[in-house]
């Protein structure tokens, strides 16, 4: 139920006004999928994600993996509130939910700079 109220769909799932551009409707799949721009959501990315964010976090709880979360890029804010919404129906205390944006976006690629990392020190890195 709370991810219906961070998308916008709990009141009423009929097609409202957004504002991505330019006006135009939403239709439920999109709001699903997070490819619509809800004007008075609290989140952009849509319920699969939302999902997504609850089957992790239940797994890093259920494995007892160690750490904080963090929604890196936040727009709304509205992924930290559910994550911070889980933290405290689990009744956890001693967990932060870290928020980070860049509040400009990122800079344009510069095709002249490429990064040179030898390949050998990536696989020792992560495989």
Known sequence: MGTRFL????YSLKKKKVKKCHE??????????????????????????L????YCFNEIIRNNFPGDFIEPGVRRGGAT??????????????????????????????????MNINLDLVNIAFY
């Open 51 to 54: 999902e997504n964010i609850e």
């Open 24 to 49: 135009r409707s939403y239709t439920l799949s999109e709001r699903i999928e997070g490819r619509d721009c809800p004007r008075y959501a609290d989140t952009t990315i849509g319920l699969k994600r």
């Open 81 to 114: 509130i559910f994550m911070k919404a889980l933290l405290k129906s689990a009744d956890i205390n001693d967990r932060n939910v870290w928020v980070t944006d860049s509040f400009g976006g990122l800079p344009k690629p510069d095709s002249m700079k490429t």
């Open 7 to 10: 998308e916008n769909t709990f």
